[in-house]
């Protein structure tokens, strides 16, 4: 049907993950050809056009643990990335002033190295929004429609 959708998530306690788990989920119902994946090395999605990367925010607006190499990567060997394209979700909170501090540094970095944003990042509130999942598929069809 399309070009294979690498989504990549950064977790710090697994929140993240769920989400990005439910999208590829949604996404293989819908025909896409999606691998979600952890911890990942920038050898292993350099390939990949398309890239959804669902993030949370931790301490003071730092990235997960498990995103920042990656993100770290393409800093230092500021990595070519045209021919790139990606979208963000975040989940935070939003009793810190630096609510989803994670999507606007991933975003600045890629759109820097040349990637093309999609769509808008979705910004999920883990204080209001129970259902996390729910709220990113409700945003899904944003990111469907720009490919």
């Given at each position: 049907m399309s070009?294979?959708?690498?989504?990549?998530?950064?977790?710090?306690?697994?929140?993240?993950?769920?989400?990005?788990?439910h999208l590829g989920d949604v996404l293989q119902e819908k025909g896409f050809d999606v691998t979600?994946?952890?911890?990942?090395?920038?050898?292993?999605v350099i390939d990949d056009k398309i890239w959804l990367i669902v993030?949370?925010?931790h301490g003071a607006g730092d990235l997960p643990d498990n995103l920042k190499p990656l993100m770290n990567q393409i800093a230092e060997e500021k990595t070519d990335l045209s021919g790139r394209r990606f979208a963000v979700v975040?989940?935070?909170?939003?009793?810190?002033?630096?609510?989803?501090?994670?999507?606007?540094?991933?975003e600045n970095l890629l759109l820097?190295?040349?990637?093309?944003?999609?769509?808008?990042?979705?910004?999920?509130?883990?204080?209001?929004?129970?259902?996390?999942?729910?709220?990113?598929?409700?945003?899904?069809?944003?990111?469907?429609?720009?490919?």
């Open positions: 070009e294979k959708i690498s989504i990549i998530t950064g977790s710090t306690l697994g929140a993240a993950e769920y989400v990005g788990d979600v994946q952890n911890a990942v090395i920038l050898d292993e993030t949370s925010t975040g989940l935070g909170n939003s009793d810190y002033d630096t609510f989803c501090f994670a999507v606007d540094k991933v820097a190295q040349g990637a093309v944003r999609l769509c808008d990042a979705l910004r999920i509130d883990v204080l209001t929004e129970e259902n996390h999942e729910q709220v990113a598929e409700n945003w899904l069809p944003n990111f469907i429609a720009a490919l």
